[in-house]
C-alpha cells in the first residue's frame, strides 16, 4: 500500500523560505517519479515541479529560479525547498509518485498523494 506523508509547511514572511519534505512507502521509491502539486482556494490544483527516478526536472514557470525539488533515494523522499516565497505561492501543497515520458520532460500523476502540506506566506 502506497503511502505518501507530506510535512515541511507553515507560515512565512513574502521572501522567506520553506522546505517541504515527502516521505514514500509502500512503493519501490527510485522507480517512480515524483511530483510536487498545489491548490490555492478557489483554483485548480496545478503541477509545481517534477521529477525523475533519475533525477531529471521539469518546472512550473512560477517556479523557476525560486523552487527546487530534490529527492534522496536512500530515504524515500522528496523534497521541495521554496526561496523567495510570495503571497501567491499560498497553498496547500501535494506530493504525488507517478511516472515522466523518457525525456523527462513531461508528467503523469499516479493514484497516490499525500495528505497535503498548508503553506501560507503573509506579513
Known amino acids: 500500500q502506497v503511502q505518501l506523508v507530506d510535512s515541511g509547511g507553515g507560515l512565512v514572511q513574502p521572501g522567506g523560505s520553506l522546505r517541504l519534505s515527502c516521505a514514500a512507502s509502500?512503493?519501490?521509491?527510485?522507480?517512480?517519479?515524483m511530483g510536487w502539486y498545489r491548490q490555492a482556494p478557489g483554483k485548480q490544483r496545478e503541477l509545481v515541479a517534477a521529477?525523475?527516478?533519475?533525477?531529471?526536472?521539469n518546472y512550473a514557470d512560477s517556479a523557476k529560479g525560486r523552487i527546487t525539488i530534490s529527492r534522496d533515494n536512500a530515504k524515500n523522499t522528496v523534497y521541495l525547498q521554496m526561496n523567495s516565497l510570495k503571497p501567491e505561492d499560498t497553498a496547500v501543497y501535494y506530493c504525488?509518485?507517478?511516472?515522466?515520458?523518457?525525456?523527462?520532460?513531461?508528467?503523469?500523476?499516479?493514484?497516490?498523494w499525500g495528505q497535503g502540506t498548508q503553506v501560507n506566506v503573509s506579513s
Open positions: 521529477i525523475s527516478g533519475g533525477g531529471r526536472t
Open positions: 509502500g512503493i519501490i521509491f527510485s522507480r517512480y517519479a
Open positions: 504525488n509518485a507517478g511516472q515522466t515520458d523518457y525525456f523527462g520532460l513531461v508528467y503523469y500523476p499516479g493514484d497516490s
